[in-house]
């Protein structure tokens, strides 16, 4: 690479001096941005933006409009950025252009940095992301950015470094960068706040909210909104006004902000205790406020500078790999080897749910929620008015709370209908069982679904233990039965297991997965098994949790070193939630089945005969005051008597070792569902651990931070385990077999898609 030869300019300005053979050092003066970058010539020839329908370029009288036009989104790609930057210096060299604007074509004006680019060297070539917008800002002529559709991230960032903003209603607008694990980092920390105030940018860019057009506008974060039809008519009315009023260039970065450094400092101390409660564990949100914090003490020079020093912190995080591996794995989930755009999908327009008791209620919630028809059946008149008023109560609850409002409530209650008798289900498109968890139960329901449905209705049930396959084979018609796993309570959870049993046809599949994204959940195809992928990795991880408790722990102990790790809750703390009797019932059936060596500890037993199962009685593992969990010595007694009748000397239990036999028996188990083919990709037991049981986000999932460890860190250490306790611990084969060849989850993952 050459030295530059053209010193600091814009890079637009650096085009114009190459053709005209200017020198910057001379011309220094005529430079009109305080923050110029380092344009590196190359010798490289100007890419011609004409040859790209990327971005397209018009001049309308003293108007030059500049469209992106990279479907879907209008993401900055590289090929984006270089079309922008030449087309801006064609626009600064017309002589007849007065103004630019500049906007998207398609659902809005630009959705940001390209995330395929991340970690790739495409994301280095100039003009950079950060670089573009500091080109807008150096214009000479006033730039608009004409704001639609979701302008997040780097496409704010662009809108920002534009002189003037016009929104249309139907925008969105934020700096959501905190939720990949990174800093917004092309300008938007030290923008933001110069042009909304600094409290509402550091609330905006930790937290990755965005604001409607209305919020913007009051904000001063846009100029003026849109009212008619045609927003472009608008634009460039807005536009030409402009140069009516002759406006010049109104720089951000030029502005000040609008706090004192004494006032701004207090502020900052007060949030960083906030996010040490609310992001507990993560990096970026404190990154974000040092990055917006430096707005009080430095110039935008400095702050723009520091800021991408602190972004490419955060993109070489393993927070950031995490976040943007979340963000794949949930769209890679609906991916199936055997199912395309191509398979055929069944119509569902009207459901039927068996059983209105906590999940036939609130699957019910979840289908009104999205405008769905829905009716509910009950063996008995008393049941189905009990179920129904127990989901109006839910529903009230919300209202009461100003997060629904009465029509909305009437509307959704309106869609939910009840019906007496399984006869309800006759004519539908879709059953859903949610009776009692009991085989009996469900079989004798399914032998009646399958007398009187009619064909091709799709029979699913939501068991969470039972066999599917048992379920279908009580049936003439196997291929229309599956499992749908909804998790509680079902109106919130976003997760859905959807059972592939041994005969599910694959239309079946198919229509439940588009179904699921229907309802607002994210379904994640499984096979049979024992608890299915969720559950029976969770069977593992709590019995752990049982042997440390009998070890030497306390509850509190592991809740804490869970929530440490970054879990929503502990899992006393959770079990207590969901109540020990329910735990109980489900152990007991288990216990049927199960040697001896892999039954629970009689603990739970113990704890549920002295009546305390959990938050609901106000004791279970734990004492409650309101919601706090206390710990409580009558519980310590009994875990202490437990140890004396094992004979086991309690010992100090270090928190690397909670957390390993936490973390490890669930990486095990995830290994072992892999292996025998229940679930298709590692990153879909992710997704399931993400949306079903409080895994933090921001590592991904527990077999991608599986992958973070290293297999051959966790191998090892299940190795050292195996050889303590026995043949629970024993590595499954395949997470032996890649640590032994150096690979990872991942690349099975890749491996398998290819
Ligand atoms: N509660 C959970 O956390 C959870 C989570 C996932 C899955 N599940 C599964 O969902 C199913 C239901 O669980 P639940 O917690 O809602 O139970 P529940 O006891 O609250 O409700 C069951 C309802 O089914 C009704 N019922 C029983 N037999 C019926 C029949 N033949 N026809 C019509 N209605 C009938 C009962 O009157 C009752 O209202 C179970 O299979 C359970 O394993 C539960």
């Not at 004519?427 to 009646?448: C, H, N, P, T």
């Not at 049927?592 to 500890?601: D, G, L």
């Not at 569902?673 to 991904?700: M, N």
Request: aromatic residues 6%.
């Amino acid at each position: 690479m050459r030295e530059a030869p053209y010193g600091l300019v814009s890079h637009a300005k650096a085009a114009y001096m190459v053709r005209r053979g200017l020198d910057a050092r001379r011309n220094s003066r005529k430079v009109p941005f305080a923050i110029q970058y380092l344009y590196v010539a190359t010798g490289e020839s100007m890419p011609s933006a004409s040859s790209s329908d990327l971005v397209l370029y018009e001049r309308d009288g003293g108007v030059a409009l500049i469209t992106i036009n990279n479907p879907p989104v209008n993401a900055l790609a590289k090929d984006v950025r270089i079309a922008v930057a030449d087309f801006l210096e064609a626009a600064a060299d017309d002589q007849a252009v007065l103004v630019v604007t500049i906007r998207g074509n398609g659902r809005n004006l630009c959705g940001g940095a390209d995330i395929r680019e991340f970690n790739t060297p495409d994301r280095e070539v100039r003009p950079m992301t950060r670089d573009l917008m500091n080109l807008i800002e150096a214009m000479e002529k006033p730039v608009v950015a004409a704001i639609h559709g979701p302008t997040l991230g780097g496409g704010l960032e662009l809108a920002l470094g534009c002189h003037y903003r016009m929104v249309h209603p139907d925008a969105r607008l934020g700096l959501p960068e905190v939720l990949r694990g990174v800093i917004p980092g092309a300008g938007g920390t030290q923008r933001l706040p110069r042009l909304v105030g600094f409290a509402k940018a550091v609330e905006m860019i930790t937290t990755g909210s965005s604001v409607d057009p209305g919020t913007a506008l009051e904000l001063g974060l846009v100029d003026q909104m849109a009212v008619g039809d045609d927003f472009l008519d608008e634009v460039m009315r807005f536009a030409r006004n402009l140069i009516a009023c002759d406006a010049g260039p109104r720089r951000v970065s030029e502005m000040t902000v609008d706090l004192d450094a004494e006032a701004g400092t207090a502020l900052v101390a007060e949030i960083r205790t906030q996010l040490e409660r609310t992001a507990r564990g993560m990096q970026a949100p404190f990154r974000c406020l040092e990055s917006v914090a430096n707005t009080l003490s430095m110039p935008f020079a400095d702050g723009w500078v520091r800021e991408a020093e602190i972004s490419r912190e955060t993109i070489a995080s393993v927070e950031s790999r995490s976040l943007v591996h979340a963000f794949f794995a949930e769209r890679q989930v609906s991916r199936i080897p055997d199912i395309s755009a191509a398979t055929a999908r069944r119509t569902i327009k009207r459901t039927t749910i068996i059983g209105a008791g906590t999940m036939g209620g609130g699957i019910a919630m979840s289908f009104a929620n999205s405008g769905l028809p829905v009716t509910l059946v009950e063996t008995g008149q008393e049941a189905l008015d009990g179920g129904l008023a127990r989901i109006e109560a839910n529903y009230a609850a919300t209202r009461d709370r100003g997060r629904l409002s009465a029509a909305d409530m009437e509307a959704r209650m309106r869609l939910i209908t009840g019906a007496v008798g399984i006869d309800a289900a006759a004519d539908v498109d879709l059953v859903i069982e949610a009776v009692y968890e009991e085989m009996g139960v469900k079989q004798s329901v399914f032998r009646d679904l399958d007398r009187i449905a009619r064909d091709g209705a799709i029979l699913a049930t939501n068991t969470s233990t039972l066999d599917v396959d048992a379920i279908a084979a009580v049936t003439q018609r196997p291929g229309d039965v599956l499992g749908l796993h909804f998790f509680s309570p079902a109106n919130v959870m976003t997760l859905l297991e959807i059972v592939r049993a041994e005969k599910t046809e694959n239309d079946v599949i198919a229509t439940v997965l588009d179904l699921s994204s229907r309802i607002g959940k994210t379904g994640v195809v499984v096979g049979v098994c024992d608890g299915f992928v969720g559950n029976r990795m969770l069977a593992p991880y709590f019995r752990q949790c049982d042997f440390l408790v009998e070890e030497g722990a306390m509850p509190e102990d592991m809740d804490r070193v869970a929530e440490e790790f970054g879990f929503r809750m502990g899992p006393f703390r959770v079990s207590d939630l969901a109540g020990l009797d329910i735990s109980w019932a489900i152990e007991k059936r288990r216990a049927e089945t199960r040697p001896v060596a892999e039954r629970f500890s009689p603990l739970l037993q113990r704890i549920c005969e002295l009546g305390r199962h959990g938050q609901k009685t106000g004791a279970g593992w734990y004492r409650y005051e309101g919601r706090s969990a206390i710990p409580d010595p009558e519980v310590a007694a009994l875990i202490y008597t437990r140890s004396d009748e094992m004979g086991i000397a309690r010992r100090a239990i270090s928190d690397e070792e909670i957390r390993q036999r936490m973390i490890y028996s669930l990486i095990n188990e995830g290994a072992k569902i892999l292996e025998e083919g229940l679930a298709i990709r590692s990153s879909d037991i992710d997704v399931v651990w993400l949306h079903g049981y409080g895994f933090p986000r921001w590592r991904g999932g527990p077999m991608f931070y599986a992958d973070m460890v290293g297999l051959p860190e966790i191998v090892a250490t299940l190795d050292g385990y195996h050889v303590e306790w026995g043949d629970k611990w024993e590595p499954a084969a395949l997470l032996r077999e890649l640590a032994d060849a150096g690979s990872s989850f991942q690349e099975w993952d890749e491996g398998r898609a290819a």
